[in-house]
């Protein structure tokens, strides 16, 4: 699953009549990149949630074809779901009228581990090297090193398992890549259809110790403003 339902208000004005996904960086979108890169490693069913500007973004990409890949939408209204909302919704069977229709389950019918990356990052992670670490984990996170605007990190890694940031007085924090693979029952508790954050889940999944975790030293970039678009495209045309 790509997340691309964001309002993108740090990216104004540019995101003002362009969703942020559709932004260009190095001679395309920034969606396309992790299209190509999920087709490249083998991940060719695709599911893209979209809220601001939804429309352009099922116009630009349709079905996936001409990536290889097909791609199924989850649409949500203005203001979102938020992440974990949104893949709450996708997993299926929330009302989506008075009538009381159903939503398919577009992300995993049949239960499996499911791969998700935020859209407004750039990242040459291997996609198709991400697994969970165990039996019992709910979650495996990429994790990278804390970038200049986010110093403090968001967790602690510790002999490949993810710990609260604040709750662990051992092992180094690192920053959330965006990056994750995660089983359904992480959202068997989140109401489909409506606003809910990812971090909590997270945070008591790792309480039970059961999120795994990865340290990404390739490249990673967290396009949140113009600048760092910017930026992106001058590295790439490096």
Not at 17 to 32: A, D, S, W
């Amino acid at each position: 699953m790509i997340l691309a339902a964001g309002r993108g208000e740090r990216m104004r004005p540019l995101t003002d009549h362009t969703p942020k996904p559709l932004l260009p960086v190095g001679g395309k979108p920034l969606i396309v990149w992790h299209i190509e890169r999920l087709v490249a490693a083998g991940l060719r069913d695709i599911v893209v949630n979209h809220a601001h500007l939804g429309e352009q973004i099922v116009a630009a990409l349709g079905d996936g074809s001409r990536w290889g890949a097909a791609i199924g939408y989850s649409a949500e209204p203005p203001g979102a779901w938020e992440t974990a909302g949104g893949i709450r919704s996708a997993l299926g069977d929330g009302p989506v009228d008075g009538a009381g229709a159903l939503v398919p389950n577009l992300l995993s019918p049949d239960g499996a581990p499911f791969l998700v990356v935020n859209g407004d990052i750039w990242c040459d992670v291997d996609f198709g090297d991400l697994a969970l670490a165990g039996d019992a984990d709910l979650a495996q996170l990429v994790l990278v090193a804390n970038p200049p605007q986010h110093p403090g990190g968001d967790f602690r890694l510790v002999e490949q398992r993810v710990l609260p940031r604040e709750e662990a007085a051992i092992g180094q924090t690192f920053t959330f890549s965006g990056v994750g693979v995660y089983r359904p029952r992480l959202f068997a508790g989140t109401p489909p259809c409506q606003p809910s954050k990812l971090a909590p889940l997270l945070v008591a999944a790792m309480r039970e110790g059961r999120v795994g975790g990865t340290l990404h030293a390739g490249q990673w970039h967290d396009i949140g403003t113009p600048e760092r678009l910017a930026a992106l495209e001058r590295a790439l045309s490096d």
